[in-house]
């Protein structure tokens, strides 16, 4: 089989088709490779490219040109739905990546969320951004990746809070799910307009540790199908990723309608491919060995990984920005250079 382009290569296993390997990706957002020794070596760096579609498109191509990943992914954070929806967010330095300074509501009786929520602030930032990407690198696949609703709703509320809420105003919950759900959905959509080739969704507060088998059926699986949905309708991939221990939560992941799912490193995907042949896997090299590992045991992991049948090698969960190139160019080399 003929060497494929990157886009092509992605797009091909999404769609259960055969290809000539699997692809080595980092999508953004909560996997964020915009590690600070890119940043150093190229001058395009964080906080200033969070606020300019510009700069968050040069540093995304930069990034994937020096680590090597088959993908180019925005934005660099997890908090711009939140921001959207009225919490305050401390944006960050070179090294640290931004994070909720303060719940825009005390509780979900007190959330009213604004219309056109998902056209405003960062959001169009991100969208001009895959724009820019998306016309200047057509043969890479651009993917934009959402805070899911069950975190984003955390992100909005107290999370302390909101978990007891989940159980005792279940009324409320759903509303406001649903309400932060058409909202993700509808800057989906802007995204998927400005050319995104895949949607990756990124819910690290809707695990099955912290919500338990009945609540996360109840609300991280019925939400997220809902945003899938919307996505599948614009004719878009999706990628989700759930965060921690599966355990008996591994029987629900095949009720996610998502094309690939991403887990955490203590997951087997190879036990996971085995239970659920269907599942279009994705992961999982442990971040803790990307950033402390040796270069060549990195290789080996990632070559493992292959062998075990993953069908798309990535970062397990969220890269330290202190990660080094070499940890990171060790398993994208891995993966690339492992004869077919």
Known sequence: MSPLAPRERLLGVLGKKLVDRPPVICTGGMMNAAIVEVMQKTGLTL?????????????????SEHTGFENIGVPFCMTVEAELLGSRIDHG???????????????????????????????????EAVERLSRKRPDFPVVATLTGPVSVAASIVDPVTFLKELRTRREDAHRVLGQVTAV???????????GATVIAVGDPTATVEILGPQLF?????????DLIGAIHA???PVIVHI???????TRLLPGLASDAISVDAMVSLKGLKADSPALVTMGNLSTY????GAPDKI????????????????????????TTLASITAMTRAVKDRPS
Request: negative net charge; proline residues 3%.
């Open 47 to 63: 906080p200033e490219a969070h606020f300019s579609g510009a700069k968050m498109a040069a540093l995304a191509e930069a990034v």
């Open 93 to 127: 330095t070179l090294a640290c990546e931004p994070k909720i300074q303060s719940e825009a509501f005390t509780s979900l009786t007190k959330v009213a969320i604004v219309a056109g929520a998902a056209h405003s602030g960062r959001a169009v930032v991100v969208a």
């Open 184 to 194: 993700l959905a509808e800057y989906a959509g802007a995204l998927v307009a400005a």
């Open 217 to 225: 059926q109840e609300y991280a699986v019925h939400y997220l199908n």
């Open 234 to 236: 614009l004719a878009t």
């Open 243 to 249: 965060c921690g221990k599966l355990g008996n939560g």
């Open 289 to 292: 060995l990307l950033q402390w």
């Open 299 to 322: 290789a080996e992991r990632a070559v493992e990984l292959v062998r075990d049948g993953v069908d798309i090698i990535a970062p397990a969960c969220g890269l330290s920005t202190s």
